[in-house]
């Protein structure tokens, strides 16, 4: 059921001809963004919060404990956070065409991309988990975005068999995140997700690395950090492709 992203390869190719994977003008390589998606692209590089990547100007090389202002009044459950890109731009419509255009023919160049920005993260976890999907919103997308991207960066990574799709459940099937604020997020992912039996005792002494597509306010994260902690997990981080700037979303502003 998971295994969709077996596709991507010699097939894809034949499927997608070498066209730029966020807008699709002609590019002369496969799965490679063309030089004006490049541009466009915010790959969040540098020092920043340790917590969410959000990246600090002035930072320096030894400041890898910073905190964000957004993340001390909120303090997520995970310890360390990286994220590739701002959620903007040839960024925003990767994603998009990766949830709700079927493009798993990018899931190996996004991946590679997060590997390259939390290459530190990923060579210390014993576990690699996507933040999973209920069982009833996979029948009509057909995958999971998060454990695909988080299937190909254990295989980018050597490591295979670190990635665990199935040691965290989604129980509930929840509304959208869209257009929620923090609280109405935090309330609407209350309770949504479940140890399987088993599961505690093979996160527990682990350092555990979380998966998913797009960090906004964390809500879900932390509903998935918090159970890897109860079943005694020794480290949770999270790495993420996008981050939502909170800039360009007025209703994630504190009142
Ligand atoms: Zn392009
Ligand atoms: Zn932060």
């Excluded at 340790?50 to 303090?75: E, H, M, N, W």
């Excluded at 925003?92 to 590679?112: E, F, N, Q």
Aim: with cysteine.
């Amino acid at each position: 059921m998971d295994s969709v992203v077996g596709l991507a390869g010699p097939l894809t190719d034949a499927l997608f001809p070498p066209a730029c994977p966020a807008c699709r003008s002609d590019t002369a390589q496969a799965r490679t963004l063309c030089p004006d998606c490049w541009a466009e692209t915010a790959f969040l590089t540098g020092r920043g919060c340790r917590a969410c990547g959000r990246k600090v100007p002035g930072l320096g090389i030894r400041d890898t404990s910073f905190l964000c202002d957004t993340c001390q009044k909120y303090p997520p459950a995970w310890g360390r956070g990286v994220a590739v890109f701002a959620y903007q731009g040839a960024g925003r419509r990767l994603i998009l065409g990766l949830k709700h255009g079927d493009r798993l023919d990018t899931v190996p160049m996004l991946a590679g991309w997060m590997l390259r920005a939390g290459r530190v993260l990923v060579d210390e976890t014993e576990l690699i988990l996507p933040v999973p999907m209920h069982w009833t919103r996979r029948l009509g997308r057909r995958f999971n975005q998060s454990a695909e991207l988080a299937r190909a960066l254990a295989g980018a990574a050597g490591a295979p068999t670190h990635f665990a799709a199935n040691l965290l459940r989604r129980v509930r099937r929840t509304g959208s995140q869209d257009g929620r604020d923090r609280a109405a997020r935090a309330e609407n992912i209350a309770g949504a997700f479940a140890l399987p039996r088993g599961s505690a005792g093979r996160l527990a002494g682990k350092r555990v690395l979380l998966v998913d597509d797009v960090l906004t306010t964390g809500a879900t994260l932390n509903a998935c950090a918090r159970l890897c902690r109860r079943a005694e997990a020794k480290a949770v981080d999270i790495l993420v492709l996008a981050l939502v700037s909170f800039d360009e979303a007025p209703y994630l502003r504190d009142p």
